[in-house]
């Protein structure tokens, strides 16, 4: 398991290998590749894990404010998954110890979709998900 | 040469966050131009944040993170004055690199 991990890219990542990219998630075009490129196929749903200052509606696709905080103690890493997306991984982020298990950033959506907070803690992995609405695309010419 | 990151960071209690804004494309490689050509990706791809040469974060990115990117995130043990250093990668190669201190 642990070394299906690193080889997926995500474990290494912000400790042995600050630059690594895991470049077969993020070109991944469905959510259940893209978990199972991050090593997360089996992840399991958990209410310990919220999303903060996220908006039900987005009037704008192209900037979305996404706030993912996780109770799940252990959490080393939270990633924000967009299912609608033509590639749903937007982003990965490692928390080391002594930082909050939480971030917050902005992302672009393509349309209406469930986006997905996936957390990694203690070996395991963890997603919350929440639907937001968007009147106007954010990936058009 | 891309411009300055917005790099703020406050002391709240015992916390300090870090509120970090980036000016970068972020183009997608999904949009075509005026004659129909893709417009090839352009992304940033990685980030790292430093206290005192300690990470105290670092991301992998893909071309959905909004163009001029936000992040904001808390990390205890900071002091006013101590320095915070900011670091992305975009697929380009392109690098650049910010230092803020605790206020």
Redesign the interface.
């Known amino acids: 398991m642990y070394a299906g991990l690193v080889a997926a890219g995500w474990v290494r990542a912000g400790v042995a290998d600050a630059q690594a990219w895991n470049k077969d998630a993020f070109d991944s075009h469905a959510i259940a590749e893209a978990r199972k490129a991050l090593g997360a196929a089996d992840a399991a749903q958990s209410d310990q894990i919220s999303f903060v200052q996220t908006p039900e509606i987005a009037e704008n696709g192209a900037v979305v404010p996404i706030g993912i905080a996780s109770a799940v103690p252990k959490t080393d890493a939270i990633a924000v998954l967009i299912e609608k997306n033509p590639n749903p991984l937007a982003a990965v982020f490692e928390i080391p110890p002594g930082t909050e298990p939480a971030v917050s950033t902005r992302v672009k959506m393509a349309q209406t979709s469930n986006v997905y907070a996936l957390v990694r803690a203690d070996g395991r992995y963890y997603f919350a998900s929440k639907e937001i609405k968007v009147t106007l695309g954010g990936c058009g010419g | 040469m891309s411009d300055p990151m917005k790099i703020r960071a406050s002391l709240i209690g015992d916390?300090t966050e870090v509120k970090v804004l980036m000016s970068h494309e972020?183009e997608?490689g999904?949009?075509?131009d005026a004659k129909g050509e893709v417009i090839p990706a352009w992304f940033i791809?990685?980030v790292?944040a430093t206290w005192n040469d300690?990470?105290?974060?670092?991301?992998?990115?893909?071309?959905?993170?909004?163009?001029n990117?936000?992040?904001?995130?808390?990390?205890?043990?900071g002091v006013k004055g101590d320095r915070i250093t900011v670091t992305w990668?975009d697929n380009r190669g392109d690098k650049r690199t910010d230092t803020a201190v605790i206020g």
Request: charged share 20%; proline share 3%.
């Open positions: 916390v972020m997608t999904q949009r075509k791809q990685n790292s300690k990470t105290v974060l670092s991301a992998q990115w893909g071309t959905a993170v909004a163009k990117p936000f992040v904001s995130f808390r990390f205890k043990g990668t």
